[in-house]
């Protein structure tokens, strides 16, 4: 098999939360005990640091694995989902895993893992684990998939684990209440293993201080720390929610040195400034064109979308332009209540089975006091944004990782940089 079709063939016959979403989802640890014994434990070969929380995981985990290289540790670094290629889910000192060890890896297990019939996230932990074993890292950032508790990345014993914060999104497994979905990401607090957490709310903060003190584990509440240090630092994630992102890492750096970590302050200040550079992030208020101006971000559910609803209010511009799609399992009036009035819409829908149809989004949008057109498909719906907009107009495209994806997929045909 080529790698497009080891693609296929692993998007075809294990079942994919990004493309089809609920059915996609196995409760358990099973199948990633088994994978991980067939294995042999590779995760016990490195050390690792473990990101859960609803929003900034990703964010938290790629600026970690940039300050960690600049410090000179061969870092690894698995997130979740991919944008534009499978190959950015696992990378080693910014580089993705080569298409040759995905290709080889599908073969050569195959016979081994058919028979279990894992989901996708549990086939691809295995492969990202095994991956840096091969690769002697010396640390891991393992960010986990959804939720915590029963997320197949919680076989990890981490140096430090991280939950970012707490908002509503996958309710179908992880609860209807904060309370509940706290409760599923504190599942990756271990015994004795210090623990940042973020953000909280009145609701999620006792559930973390009850789940740590029942392991003694050593919890540390970002919001209780205000450093000083890094104050006039720059940090290249320029999102209005990346101050908290950037306030918990500063609060988990302490931790790490602890735990033996040698990181210098020039590692630290390069890791924040080149984050993108270094691990190869993208779609994080990612600015993709000027006059006019087009951002793109992945923000896609209540939490997310409030922060990027107010960077907005901070932009200047003669007209907002808005291309907007969703997935069906988000809370999609929760998200259209939050949008600006004052835009002109673009509805469209993302290449994933789980999108929600344009005309039902725009259906929703007009109920909620949004005015716009919609259309079949990202590209087609930015090209119209451009052709509408003056230079000093401003373009912002998101609502869902998946429509971030498929503008990335189609940059050189819309003359994007």
């Known amino acids: 098999m080529d790698y497009q079709h080891t693609l296929e063939y692993l998007y075809n016959s294990v079942p994919m939360f990004q493309q089809v979403g609920s059915s996609a989802y196995k409760e358990g640890l099973e199948n990633t005990l088994a994978l991980d014994e067939h294995f042999g434990h590779p995760h016990r070969n490195f050390r690792t640091i473990h990101v859960a929380g609803t929003n900034g995981k990703g964010s938290c985990s790629h600026t970690l694995a940039a300050i960690l290289q600049e410090a000179g540790y061969r870092t690894g670094l698995y997130t979740s989902p991919h944008l534009v290629d499978f190959r950015e889910r696992i990378r080693v000192n910014g580089q993705p895993v080569p298409e040759e060890y995905v290709i080889r890896f599908v073969e050569e297990e195959r016979s081994f893992f058919e028979p279990l019939s894992p989901s996708f996230f549990e086939l691809t932990t295995a492969m990202a684990f095994r991956y840096f074993a091969d690769q002697k890292v010396d640390v891991a950032i393992i ?138 992030l993208m779609g994080r208020w990612q600015k993709l064109q000027d006059a006019p101006t087009l951002i793109c971000d992945t923000g896609h559910n209540v939490g997310g979308i409030t922060y990027i609803a107010e960077q907005l209010k901070q932009q200047t511009y003669r007209k907002l332009h808005i291309v907007m799609g969703m997935v069906n399992d ?26 929600l149809p344009e005309a039902e989004l725009t259906r929703l949008a007009n109920a909620a006091g949004l005015q716009g057109e919609c259309y079949p498909d990202v590209p087609t719906a930015v090209r119209a944004a451009q052709e509408k907009s003056l230079p000093e107009d401003f373009i912002f495209v998101g609502g869902s990782s998946f429509i971030v994806a498929d503008l990335l997929a189609s940059r050189d045909a819309l003359n994007l940089h």
């Open 330 to 355: 988000k809370d999609i009036r929760g998200v259209l209540a939050l949008l600006p009035r004052d835009a002109d819409y673009y509805f469209t829908k993302a290449s994933v089975k789980r999108a």
């Open 143 to 280: 960010e986990v998939g959804l939720g915590g508790r029963l997320d197949c990345t919680n076989i990890i014993r981490p140096d430090l684990c991280i939950i970012t914060n707490i908002s509503f999104d996958h309710t179908q497994f992880l609860g209807s209440t904060l309370a509940q979905i706290a409760s599923e990401k504190a599942g990756i607090i271990k015994q004795d293993i210090p623990v940042v957490i973020g953000e909280t709310t009145p609701e999620t903060r006792p559930v973390f201080a009850e789940k740590a003190q029942a392991v003694q584990a050593p919890i540390c509440f970002a919001e209780d720390h205000v450093p000083e240090e890094y104050s006039d630092m720059d940090y290249e994630l320029k999102g209005l929610y990346q101050e908290k992102n950037r306030r918990t890492l500063l609060t988990a750096l302490p931790l790490l040195k602890k735990a033996g970590y040698h990181l210098s302050e020039q590692a630290i200040r390069n890791g924040f400034a080149h984050v993108c550079e270094l691990t190869g």
